[in-house]
Structure formats: structure tokens, C-alpha cells
């Protein structure tokens, strides 16, 4: 599995950890400011990403990679015809019950393939991003650092690449909460701030100064990087 999934992807898998995903950000960012680039970070927050998978896609996806007929029509059993209801808890259990609905969508969460699953679907994603810039993913956590040494170039580049990634999300069956995802300019303490504005369908993304990043409070400036 491991020969499959892309070298972006963290989280779930052996050598691919929490410090290892903050080696790669915090590397890149250092990287590009002592080279004089401008740098910029684009934290993304989905909504309800794991309950979000469209089943077809996720097998085509599987099939691509690898999957015969036999595993594919085990894990579609798997993933369809399944229901969930909603009960609260009281003794009267007739009273306080939802109906039984049908899941459409989504992997099962609380168990070792929902995680696989959910990294193969987004396997994909970073084939949007060139060598010049870094994707880092941790579950469902996406964060792409952006360089350029062209203010101009910088701009256009950062939201080509906003909308980019964000008609891959629609075409894979995932939203962005544009309100949770926000942009960060990294640079010196004498570098001086480029005016600049993200957004994808007149959907605009806060501009930060600091950000949570795996459990890390990173500064624009990455001089205070705290757990």
C-alpha cells in the first residue's frame, strides 16, 4: 500500500507521522524564504470530509490502483446498503428513536479501513500541485506552501491553484469551508507584505498571522512555532 499512496500524504502510515508532516511544512517555508522567495500557506479546513467519500468514485479509484473484481465487489458490499438511525439516550426507546436512513455516501468511521479508504480517495490530489510548491495532507487536513520569487507571478499562481484544488474537491464529492480555511504570508521580519486576496467563485479566505497546524501554533514569521 505504501508503493501507492503519494509521499505528500501523512497520518496512518509508518514513517509518515505528525512530526514528519511538520518536518515538510516548516522545511518548505524555511527553504523558499532564505532562497528570497515570497511564501505563502493555504490551510484548508473540508466539511465532514470522511462522510463526504462518493462510494463510485472511491472504487473506480481502488480499481485504478490495482483492485480486481473480486476485492472490488467485496468492499462495495461493504460500503453500500448500510443505515444509521439516531436514538437518544432514554429508557423509552420507541419514542426516541429516529427512522432508519440509507447512507449514500461516506466511510465508516472508528475502524482501520475508514482511515485507508479516505487515503487512497485524496491519493490523487497532490498530481495538481508542480515541484515548486509542497501539499501537505494529514487525514483530511490540506495544506499547500506556495513560492515564488515574482510578486505578480506569486499572486496568479496562488489563486490558480485555490481554484484548482477546489474543482478537484467538487469533482470528488468534497466542500471547502471557506470560512475555517485561511491564507498566511511567511516572511523576515523586514520582509515587507504583498496585498493579496484568495478566493474561488468570489468565496475569499481570511488573510492570518498564525495558524494551528497538527497540534503546532506557526506565526507567520515562524520565529514562535509552539506545541
Given at each position: 500500500?505504501?508503493?501507492?499512496?503519494?509521499?505528500?500524504?501523512?497520518?496512518?502510515?509508518?514513517?509518515?507521522?505528525?512530526?514528519?508532516?511538520?518536518?515538510?511544512l516548516i522545511?518548505s517555508?524555511l527553504?523558499a524564504m532564505?532562497?528570497?522567495?515570497?511564501?505563502?500557506?493555504i490551510f484548508?479546513?473540508?466539511?465532514k470530509?470522511?462522510?463526504?467519500?462518493?462510494?463510485?468514485?472511491?472504487?473506480?479509484?481502488l480499481q485504478?490502483?490495482?483492485?480486481?473484481?473480486?476485492f472490488?465487489?467485496?468492499?462495495?458490499?461493504?460500503?453500500?446498503?448500510?443505515?444509521?438511525k439516531?436514538?437518544l439516550n432514554?429508557?423509552?426507546?420507541?419514542n426516541?428513536?429516529?427512522?432508519?436512513?440509507?447512507?449514500?455516501?461516506?466511510?465508516?468511521?472508528?475502524?482501520?479501513?475508514g482511515?485507508?479508504?479516505f487515503l487512497?480517495?485524496?491519493?490523487?490530489?497532490?498530481?495538481?500541485?508542480n515541484?515548486d510548491?509542497?501539499?501537505?495532507l494529514?487525514?483530511?487536513?490540506?495544506s499547500?506552501?506556495i513560492?515564488?520569487?515574482?510578486?505578480?507571478?506569486?499572486?496568479?499562481?496562488?489563486?490558480?491553484l485555490?481554484?484548482d484544488?477546489?474543482?478537484?474537491?467538487?469533482?470528488?464529492?468534497?466542500?471547502?469551508?471557506?470560512?475555517?480555511t485561511?491564507?498566511?504570508?511567511?516572511?523576515s521580519?523586514t520582509h515587507?507584505?504583498?496585498?493579496?486576496?484568495?478566493?474561488?467563485?468570489?468565496?475569499y479566505?481570511?488573510n492570518?498571522?498564525?495558524t494551528?497546524?497538527?497540534?503546532?501554533?506557526?506565526?507567520d514569521?515562524?520565529?514562535?512555532t509552539?506545541?
Amino acid at each position: 500500500m505504501n508503493n501507492i499512496l503519494v509521499q505528500e500524504k501523512f497520518g496512518f502510515r509508518t514513517q509518515h507521522l505528525t512530526e514528519q508532516a511538520a518536518f515538510s511544512l516548516i522545511n518548505s517555508i524555511l527553504t523558499a524564504m532564505n532562497n528570497n522567495q515570497i511564501v505563502g500557506g493555504i490551510f484548508c479546513d473540508l466539511q465532514k470530509a470522511f462522510d463526504c467519500v462518493n462510494h463510485k468514485i472511491l472504487l473506480d479509484k481502488l480499481q485504478f490502483y490495482g483492485m480486481d473484481w473480486k476485492f472490488k465487489t467485496l468492499i462495495e458490499s461493504y460500503l453500500t446498503n448500510r443505515y444509521q438511525k439516531v436514538t437518544l439516550n432514554k429508557i423509552d426507546y420507541n419514542n426516541n428513536s429516529s427512522e432508519w436512513v440509507r447512507i449514500n455516501c461516506g466511510v465508516p468511521q472508528g475502524v482501520i479501513l475508514g482511515p485507508l479508504f479516505f487515503l487512497i480517495y485524496i491519493n490523487d490530489l497532490p498530481t495538481l500541485i508542480n515541484k515548486d510548491n509542497n501539499i501537505i495532507l494529514y487525514a483530511d487536513d490540506t495544506s499547500i506552501v506556495i513560492t515564488d520569487a515574482n510578486r505578480d507571478d506569486f499572486i496568479l499562481r496562488a489563486n490558480m491553484l485555490f481554484n484548482d484544488i477546489n474543482a478537484w474537491f467538487k469533482n470528488n464529492s468534497l466542500k471547502l469551508n471557506f470560512s475555517k480555511t485561511h491564507y498566511l504570508e511567511f516572511r523576515s521580519m523586514t520582509h515587507y507584505k504583498i496585498n493579496i486576496q484568495i478566493y474561488h467563485n468570489h468565496n475569499y479566505i481570511s488573510n492570518a498571522t498564525q495558524t494551528k497546524f497538527l497540534g503546532l501554533t506557526i506565526d507567520d514569521t515562524i520565529m514562535e512555532t509552539s506545541f
